[in-house]
Each structure stands twice: as structure tokens, then as C-alpha cells.
Nanobody, 118 residues
Framework: QVQLVESGGGLVQPGGSLRLSCTLS????????MGWYRQAPGKERELVAE???????VYADSVKGRFSISRESTKNIANLQMSSLKPEDTAVYYC????????????WGQGTQVTVSP
């Protein structure tokens, strides 16, 4: 069973930076994508960024140039570096990992709150 544990998040002023980390545990075979989603109050969950095992990362238009996702493959860790944060970035951020070899599993973290406010 795949489990994801997130860390980071918190309260930051507009223009500030935060770093989220997600650690995956479990026995993994094949390739998998790790990514970050977010959900603001009253809105649907949306993709922020995701990084496949190979290939380029994908970003939401709203965060391009401000956020950067990276993976430490040997440690099954995905980091999201967030810079130039805006109040509209306020949301619960969820780590996601999904099997891309056989589509056998799709796992979510518990979520971490990011609040951008003066």
C-alpha cells in the first residue's frame, strides 16, 4: 500500500516563499508520477504541478514561473518550492502519486494548509 506524508505549509505574507515536501512509502514497481494539487474553499481540487518519472514537469498556468516541483527519486520525495506567493494561492495542498506503468494505484496525502495573507 502506498502512503504519502506531507510537510511544510503554513502562513506567509504575499510575495513570500514556502516549500512543501511529500514522502512516499510503500513498495513500488514501475514508473509513477508525483504531483501537487490544491483545493480552495468552495472550489474544486486542481492540479498545481506534477513530475513524471521521466520527462518534463507540468504546471498550472497560474503558477508557472513561480512554483517549481522537484523529485528526489532515490528517496521517493517530491518537493514544491513556491515563490512570489499570492493570496489566491491560499488552499489546502495535497500530494498525489499515481502508477503510470499499469494504472494500478492512485494515492493522496492528507493535505497541508497554505495561507497567504498580510
Amino acid at each position: 500500500q502506498v502512503q504519502l506524508v506531507e510537510s511544510g505549509g503554513g502562513l506567509v505574507q504575499p510575495g513570500g516563499s514556502l516549500r512543501l515536501s511529500c514522502t512516499l512509502s510503500g513498495i513500488i514497481f514501475g514508473s509513477y508520477t508525483m504531483g501537487w494539487y490544491r483545493q480552495a474553499p468552495g472550489k474544486e481540487r486542481e492540479l498545481v504541478a506534477e513530475a513524471p518519472s521521466s520527462g518534463s514537469a507540468v504546471y498550472a498556468d497560474s503558477v508557472k514561473g513561480r512554483f517549481s516541483i522537484s523529485r528526489e527519486s532515490t528517496k521517493n520525495i517530491a518537493n514544491l518550492q513556491m515563490s512570489s506567493l499570492k493570496p489566491e494561492d491560499t488552499a489546502v495542498y495535497y500530494c498525489n502519486a499515481r502508477d503510470t506503468s499499469w494504472n494500478a494505484w492512485n494515492s493522496w496525502g492528507q493535505g497541508t494548509q497554505v495561507t497567504v495573507s498580510p
